[in-house]
């Protein structure tokens, strides 16, 4: 039998390892203005993404609204979400919502651990927010694999909440990694409807992973920015909008993504990539003609 030729590539062949568990990440999720009519009206506003998140292992994704009728805000744009939406993140597959961001504390401290409350009455984590005793970059945990656990934590640049200590924050991913075997930071960053990465951007996430952060997930741009890879980590710089109103005719804005990331039995990742979703009246709906057009790996 002849031998066959060897391939100088065949070294450097690594076989496709086995997807064990998913984790899927959604962008900007504000559930007041007229998502909040349309949910008093019985409307499931994750209904048209509800099989990619139902059928991930772990969810998550930023709140960038309150959900509490508690405070009062002068602001211009402050978000407030109905009483039973905590209940629909529960039914959509949510087990943890992002609290860092610019529009947590719209209402004051007391809503935004009211909102938390809500959460955690649902048996969703509130993440990036200060607990008894703790401080805003304390990591959750949770099971996703036997015997494995992913660690999450939420950070902001931008709005009242950016409380970015590095030594902390350092301090904080240790801690993660001393309890999990993969890490994920959520991010709030960047500049409203801009595609563009910034400096700060970029320079922020390649130190979260040389610190030892597994996967990036950002939001606040309200748009779609680009799936980057460093080290071999994926950093999903913007995802967009989730559930957000207010911009029916700017195409950016209504188009958001999901990052879906693979794990294999060792938790470690298999495979990334951003799943396109177009937002119709500020809801969400699967738009697979564009899914290609993105990243992945």
Not at 179 to 196: M, P, R, T
Request: contains cysteine.
């Amino acid at each position: 039998m002849r031998e066959r030729r060897k391939n100088c590539f065949d070294l450097f062949r690594v076989p496709p390892s086995k997807t064990a568990a998913t984790l899927v990440f959604g962008g900007d999720v504000m559930l007041g203005r007229s998502c909040a009519a349309k949910i008093e009206n019985g409307v499931d506003p994750f209904a048209g993404v509800a099989a990619e998140l139902r059928g991930a292992s772990f969810a998550a994704a930023n709140l960038e609204c309150t959900i509490s009728d508690l405070g009062e805000s002068a602001k211009r744009y402050a978000f407030r979400a109905p009483a039973t939406s905590a209940q629909l993140l529960r039914s959509a597959g949510f087990r943890a919502m992002g609290l860092a961001n610019n529009h947590a504390l719209d209402f004051g401290s007391t809503a935004l651990q009211d909102c938390a409350a809500r959460l955690i009455q649902e048996k969703i984590e509130p993440v990036g927010v200060a607990k008894t005793g703790s401080n805003t970059c304390e990591p959750s945990f949770f099971s996703v694999l036997d015997g494995k656990k992913i660690a999450l934590l939420a950070i902001s640049a931008v709005g009242p909440a950016a409380r970015i200590d590095r030594a902390n924050l350092n301090s904080a991913i240790a801690t993660a990694h001393s309890h999990a075997d993969f890490v994920v930071c959520l991010v709030h960053w960047g500049i409203e409807n801009s595609e563009n990465i910034t400096d700060e951007q970029r320079e922020l996430a390649r130190w979260l992973i040389d610190h030892g952060v597994d996967v990036v997930v950002g939001s606040h741009p309200h748009c779609v920015q680009s799936l980057d890879f460093y080290h071999g980590r994926p950093i999903a710089y913007s995802l967009g909008n989730l559930v957000f109103d207010g911009a029916p005719t700017v195409a950016s804005w209504n188009r958001g993504a999901l990052l879906k990331v693979g794990l294999n039995e060792d938790a470690k990742i298999s495979s990334a990539s951003l799943i396109a979703v177009i937002l119709q009246d500020g809801l969400p709906q699967m738009d697979v003609t564009e899914s290609d057009r993105f990243g992945s790996r």
